[in-house]
Nanobody, 117 residues
């Protein structure tokens, strides 16, 4: 079965850090671009970062650069999102998707991040 599993979310105080993980099972990241995004119920999806496992190409919006960093461990088929200096407005459900060559999109189930002030 092809799956993505996010983990690492939780409740932290403002200013603290979290590292989210996105691990695949049933497929390799070698043919994928991994996208982290966040979305609250009823709100639009906000892209956070993207990494191409084949060439390491990265994308992050300017608003999050310096606080959020994406990285990958291809041997472990895991992509990480390091989040520093968290703010209450970062509270959200965080998801990862794998956009595979050929068009398949594998979706994770999300992990809740809550930042208290």
């Amino acid at each position: 079965e092809v799956q993505l599993v996010e983990s690492g979310g939780g409740l932290v105080q403002a200013g603290e850090s979290l590292r989210l993980s996105c691990a695949s099972s049933g497929f390799s990241f070698d043919d994928s671009a991994i996208v982290w995004f966040r979305q609250a119920p009823g709100k639009e999806r906000e892209p956070i970062s993207c990494i191409s496992s084949s060439d390491g190409g990265l994308y992050s919006p300017d608003s999050l650069k310096g606080r959020f960093t994406i990285s990958s461990d291809n041997a472990e088929n895991t992509v990480y999102l390091q989040m520093n200096s968290l703010k209450p407005e970062d509270t959200d459900v965080y998801y990862c998707n794998a956009d595979r060559i050929g068009g398949e999109v594998v979706r994770g189930q999300g992990t809740q991040v809550t930042v208290s002030s």
